[in-house]
């Protein structure tokens, strides 16, 4: 059979791949569960661009609750209406693109075709673990210019984003840390080995978000949020007492249904917990550079999601481009992808300042 000749590809047949591409990244993002388009998501996804007076934009809206008590029996309606007041949300979009080249036909000894499937599997895990890295930085306040261990990035474009300079730390009262008995303001330079995650975090993480109103996910007519833990504090939490008395708990009530059971996502007191280990840790932060008083103590900012935590730019699939090197004996395969995100602020009107809109930031220690 011949090879594939790669010059002969049509714009549609490269349009193709490329879609191939970016679907089977979406497919292998972790945060691709959170994400959809309407508000109803920890992470909304934007995938049109906005006319504005200055261009086009892409941009989402918040909307603030109302504030106003109405009008009372026949008083006067017109007039006193109450004005939506809405913000504005501009996501900085950038291309990431990354490449893949052939050592040549007689170190292949492969086709064509084979080439281009293993380059678009290649690509696609590549695409899915940067946006997920780059979307729990973002969540988490970390600079780019971090992996999501704490160690220096080297030799990275990531921090060249144009998005990457949006990136901003947990605003005051959205950030927290937990000192293994109560919750307080984050000071990370006070953490200790005694700052262990306990059941009684989640519960008063959660009484702290409804106080503050941070906008709750609604299934089923009933308010959730998602809580991200890197493994270290998923499996500090069971071995809490109190957080395997809540657990078991909920098992009693699915049965053999229950995640105790399927190993699925644990639900406790309205928090859906999800492990992944690129939630930010600083155990591969150098000695002095980690948190507590001598910046020698491993920790991790564990993150409470309500609907709009993140907004994702998703411009479409992106652009496949196939390229010949070296009189012919080499392959190049290359996708960009036109994306952004942003960790939205709101001036919230319960706790009088402007506010990271919908994540609760909380330091603890981690083993």
């Given at each position: 059979m011949a090879e594939t000749n790669f010059a002969a590809l049509t714009p549609q047949q490269k349009l193709n791949w490329a879609r191939e591409t970016w679907s089977?990244?979406?497919?292998?993002?972790?945060?691709?569960?959170?994400?959809?388009?309407?508000?109803?998501?920890?992470?909304?996804?934007?995938?049109?661009?906005?006319?504005?007076?200055?261009?086009?934009?892409?941009?989402?809206?918040?909307?603030?609750?109302?504030?106003?008590?109405?009008?009372?029996?026949?008083?006067?309606?017109?007039?006193n209406e109450e004005a939506m007041d809405s913000h504005s949300q501009i996501i900085t979009i950038d291309q990431l693109s990354h490449g893949v080249r052939s050592k040549g036909k007689m170190a292949e000894q492969r086709t064509v075709i084979n080439f281009r499937e293993e380059g678009r599997d290649k690509l696609s895990y590549w695409l899915a673990n940067r946006c997920d890295q780059a979307a729990f930085l973002t969540l988490s306040g970390i600079s780019y210019t971090f992996n999501n261990d704490g160690s220096p990035r080297v030799n990275s474009n990531l921090p060249n984003l144009e998005f990457a300079s949006d990136v901003?730390?947990?605003?005051?009262?959205?950030?927290?840390?937990?000192?293994?008995?109560?919750?307080?303001?984050?000071?990370?330079?006070?953490?200790?080995?005694?700052?262990?995650?306990?059941?009684?975090?989640?519960?008063?993480?959660?009484?702290?978000?409804?106080?503050?109103?941070?906008?709750?996910?609604?299934?089923?007519?009933?308010p959730y949020y998602v809580l991200f833990l890197a493994p270290g504090s998923l499996a500090a939490l069971k071995k809490d007492p109190d957080y395997q008395r809540a657990v078991v708990q909920v098992a009693a009530k699915a049965g053999m249904d229950s995640p105790w059971f399927t190993g699925a996502t644990v639900t406790v007191d309205g928090a859906v917990l999800h492990e992944h280990n690129l939630v930010y840790t600083t155990k591969g932060a150098a000695a002095g550079a980690k948190w507590g008083a001598g910046g020698n103590v491993n920790g991790t900012r564990s993150l409470l999601c309500g609907a709009q935590a993140l907004a994702m730019a998703d411009l479409g699939p992106g652009n496949w481009v196939e390229k010949l090197f070296d009189y012919d004996n080499k392959v190049g395969l290359n996708i960009d992808k036109i994306l952004g995100m942003l960790k939205p602020k709101f001036p919230s009107i319960y706790d009088k300042s402007t506010e990271d809109f919908g994540v609760v930031a909380v330091d603890h220690y981690l083993q």
């Open positions: 089977a990244a979406r497919d292998q993002m972790f945060i691709s569960r959170f994400m959809g388009k309407g508000s109803n998501n920890v992470i909304q996804r934007i995938t049109e661009l906005t006319k504005t007076e200055k261009g086009e934009a892409c941009i989402f809206q918040l909307v603030a609750d109302l504030v106003g008590d109405g009008v009372t029996g026949d008083d006067e309606r017109e007039g901003s730390a947990p605003t005051g009262k959205r950030s927290l840390m937990f000192d293994g008995t109560s919750l307080q303001f984050s000071n990370t330079g006070s953490i200790t080995t005694a700052y262990v995650p306990k059941y009684t975090m989640i519960v008063d993480l959660i009484a702290y978000a409804k106080e503050h109103r941070v906008k709750p996910l609604m299934a089923g007519g009933k």
